[in-house]
């Protein structure tokens, strides 16, 4: 049996968001329900979205009345609600601690499972990157979203192997990877992590996916409506922290996942504090998952979305 699973920064998160009765929260990320416990328990209404359709499991139970899971990304919140119609937003990102429990999914090579990784139900998994990607492709996904140095030997490795047989399974690709990679055995970070992170997030589009949904937390926040975003790698935060200091008018806007924002717009965040609140060592000591979370937030003024720039 796998530990309890444990909602990351959730006191800082709550007290970013300040829910209370007769607000609306979106918890953008439902995962196991951990937020939305919280939001649910100090008086607040909350929706909350997950692509994953196993996470209905996790709603037993919740009051009906005062909550709602919607089965989607949560890029489509402000679609789903409408522009202006939340008080606040929670994301927390990247895989929950319960795929990564579950080998069926493929998310881990610590046990051994089918090469899936998707969050969802439909799309490419990693299998079939993995099998039909040629070698720059591959690197760049090693490289870009994993941040492996050595991405060209573990493609070259990779697309050397499938030609004798097709990768199947987590084990299987982890064990090429770490040939690859001269075997760093006894080292924290196993071999394969970072490659392992980096098709995750492309099976996923995750990066993609968070720009989107920051964007649509943009819309559907109302003024003086709150936003918490959770990271645990330094990709996800980069594109956090930049949206942030570029709507609250600390940097010029850009993003290279996004057309460039209009010039000039009048900001439509005001950070709640400076840089970004980790875990106490208490938290980490508790539930390691924290080591590498950061939480950032702000709150929305009551000027425009900012649009894209043609």
Request: net charge neutral; proline share 4%.
């Amino acid at each position: 049996m796998s530990e309890p699973h444990v909602s990351v920064l959730l006191g800082d998160v709550v007290r970013a968001l300040e829910p209370a009765p007769g607000k609306l929260i979106i918890d953008g990320t439902f995962g196991a329900g951990g937020y939305t416990r919280a939001f649910l328990a100090a008086g607040a209404d909350v929706v909350a979205f997950d692509r994953d359709p196993t996470a209905r499991r996790f709603a037993e139970g919740l009051e009906a009345a005062r909550f709602r899971l919607v089965e989607a990304r949560f890029s489509q919140m402000d679609a789903e609600l409408g522009e202006g119609a939340a008080d606040g937003v929670a994301l927390d990102l990247g895989v929950s601690s319960m795929q990564l429990d579950e080998a069926e999914r493929g998310f881990s090579f610590m046990r051994d499972g089918p090469l899936d990784m998707r969050m969802g139900a439909d799309g490419p998994t990693a299998a079939d990157i993995v099998n039909t990607a040629d070698a720059a492709e591959l690197a760049r996904i090693f490289f870009v979203y994993g941040e492996e140095r050595q991405s060209r030997r573990v493609a070259a490795a990779i697309v050397r192997r499938r030609t004798e047989a097709r990768f199947e399974r987590t084990l299987d690709l982890a064990e090429v990877i770490e040939r690859a990679l001269g075997g760093r055995r006894g080292a924290k970070v196993h071999p394969a992590t970072r490659c392992f992170q980096g098709l995750r997030i492309a099976v996923n589009e995750e990066l993609s996916e968070l720009e989107a949904g920051l964007a649509a937390a943009e819309r559907v926040l109302k003024a003086d409506g709150r936003l918490a975003v959770v990271t645990f790698h330094s990709l996800e935060d980069r594109i956090v922290k930049g949206f942030l200091a570029a709507r609250a008018g600390r940097t010029p806007a850009g993003s290279r996942h996004l057309p460039p924002a209009e010039a000039g717009a009048a900001p439509s965040f005001e950070l709640l504090f400076n840089g970004a609140r980790s875990a106490s060592e208490e938290e980490i000591e508790a539930n390691p998952r924290a080591r590498s979370a950061k939480l950032r937030a702000a709150v929305r003024t009551a000027a425009p979305v900012w649009r894209a720039a043609a």
